[in-house]
């Protein structure tokens, strides 16, 4: 039972036009970008930029993928898989995001593991392409060193953290030079400075 006066479609409504608001303006996105795009939206969470995208943009070829399923409805458009091994055909998306999900590969160690799954960043990036259509764009946000030194070195109590810390700075430049060294004649990876510490990552997958 709802508590009184809690209105659940209104509080979806809600939830979905923040979603859409704040995925807009992180990665510069606009309706026209995703009316017409057959889009997956990986790390989803609990997907509501994707049911925005279907219920107000009238995009049925909007996706949302996560490995844990967070939602009770099931939807058809729910992807519940793991980002390194989608298990898609090959060349399915024109656009393909990932807001605040790659910051999970970049731990003290390599690879890490989380939900007890081995996490190696190039498996993502490989998937992600081998999915993404020519012509297509990934894009998703990555720290830089320096910023992970300022946001968790204050913290630390210990020798101990204090190398950890180090070491996921260290690893996050390592990810850095591979996103680098990704141009090539069939793809193009553009760092985009953040207002905060950090990148947009975009990667544009070339015609042939």
């Known amino acids: 039972m709802n508590p009184e006066g809690f209105n659940v479609k209104q509080q979806i409504e809600k939830e979905m036009n923040s979603a859409f608001k704040n995925y807009s303006e992180f990665f510069g996105l606009d309706a026209d970008d995703l009316e017409s795009k ?3 939206d990986v790390g989803a969470g609990s997907a509501f930029f ?7 943009l009238h995009n049925t070829e909007a996706y949302a993928l996560d490995m844990l399923k967070r939602r009770k409805d099931n939807p058809e458009w729910f992807i519940c898989q793991d980002a390194q091994d989608t298990h898609l055909p090959d060349e399915s998306f024109d656009l ?4 605040s999900m790659f ?4 731990q003290p160690e390599y690879p890490t593991k989380s939900y007890g799954i081995e996490m190696d960043y190039k498996n993502f990036i490989e998937e992600m392409l081998r999915i993404l259509k020519p012509g297509g764009t ?14 968790n070195l204050k913290y630390s109590e210990s020798e101990e953290e204090t190398q950890k ?5 260290e690893n996050c430049k390592i990810i850095i030079d591979y996103l680098n060294s990704l141009n090539s004649e069939n793809i193009f990876c553009e760092l985009i400075p953040k207002k905060s510490d950090g990148y947009i990552v975009k990667i544009i997958k070339l015609l042939a």
């Open 38 to 40: 057959k889009t997956l």
């Open 50 to 56: 994707t049911q925005y995208v279907r219920d107000k």
């Open 96 to 99: 393909i995001t990932a807001k």
């Open 103 to 106: 910051p999970m590969f970049i």
């Open 138 to 151: 990934l894009m998703f946000d990555i720290s830089t060193p320096e910023g992970i030194i300022k946001l």
């Open 165 to 169: 810390i180090k070491n996921k700075a």
